[in-house]
């Protein structure tokens, strides 16, 4: 704990920057006096922390920060005013990538559609029967050149909405200028509250390959919920986010105070 301690105030305090050598073990255990299974404890607990990377043959460094993505409530707003733009407008740029900062051609991008019964989860989500139909969409985008996951999430939708603009269920339009809410727009669908409950978890074993996440960094976990002027839940939608890569950011507009005393 000692030589975990006196190694994170260093890298935390800049004596030792990004990308920086740490000291081997033997030269921990000689600084310190102690066994090499001690520094390497120590070693250890500074990559659950998420300070240090390295293991597997190489020597541990003082981890380089990534890129961060801050991800603003403000965004739906702006997804809502794209919609009732022309067609060449709401194609220029996925939102998606808006939030990433990267150009479309840069990720890979992946769309899988399905239609399930809603279960009970859902069912109490939308207030509808536990066996009416959703439309299940799981939208990923990656970067080729690493394989390194970088957005991912999942919707669903009610069948019964959409039914009458079958295109909204044909996964040939999974990159649909203006998005969802373009998409409810042809139904004759305006949302009008996005409700964004956020938590938190540690990494499963296949979380941690697919984003290539190092020791010691959480999960965010983010539900949005859109209702209609009528009060309907029309999607919900669950994103998945590295807590290390990610700032989320809620802009909450306030109505003034009334000029009537």
Same mark, same amino acid.
């Given at each position: ?93 996925? /939102? +998606? &990538? ?6 479309? *051609? $840069? %990720? ?8 399930? @019964?809603?279960?009970?989860? /859902? +069912? &109490? ?6 066996? *009416? $139909? %959703? ?8 970067? @080729?050149?690493?394989?390194? /996951? ?10 019964? %909405? ?8 044909? @996964? ?90």
């Amino acid at each position: 704990m000692r030589i975990a301690d006196d190694l994170r105030i260093q890298i935390e305090s800049g004596q030792r920057q990004p990308g920086d050598a740490l000291p081997t073990l033997h030269q921990l255990a000689e600084q310190w006096a102690c066994s090499t299974t001690s520094a390497r404890t120590a070693i250890d607990l500074l990559k659950k922390q998420g300070l240090i990377t390295g293991g597997r043959g190489k020597a541990p460094v003082v981890r380089i920060p990534p890129r961060q993505v801050v991800r603003t409530s403000k965004r739906h707003q702006e997804e809502k005013d794209v919609v009732l733009q022309t067609e060449e407008i709401r194609s220029r740029r996925g /939102l +998606a &990538e808006d939030d990433m900062d990267v150009e479309l *051609d $840069e %990720l890979e991008f992946t769309a899988d559609y399905q239609t399930v @019964p809603a279960g009970e989860k /859902l +069912a &109490e989500a939308f207030d509808i029967d536990p066996s *009416d $139909e %959703l439309l299940q969409r799981i939208y990923e985008h990656s970067d @080729p050149r690493t394989e390194r /996951l970088e957005a991912w999430s999942i919707s669903w939708i009610p069948m019964k %909405l959409i039914e009458s603009n079958p295109a909204i269920a044909d @996964p040939a339009n999974a990159a649909w200028p203006g998005g969802t809410l373009h998409q409810l727009y042809t139904v004759g669908i305006e949302v009008i509250e996005v409700i964004d409950d956020v938590t938190a978890s540690m990494p499963s074993t296949v979380d941690v390959e697919r984003w290539h996440l190092p020791d010691g960094v959480p999960m965010i976990w983010c539900r949005r919920t859109s209702v209609d002027t009528e009060g309907r839940v029309v999607e919900v939608t669950d994103a998945q986010y590295p807590a290390d890569r990610t700032v989320l950011n809620f802009h909450t507009p306030l109505k003034p105070w009334s000029s009537e005393k």
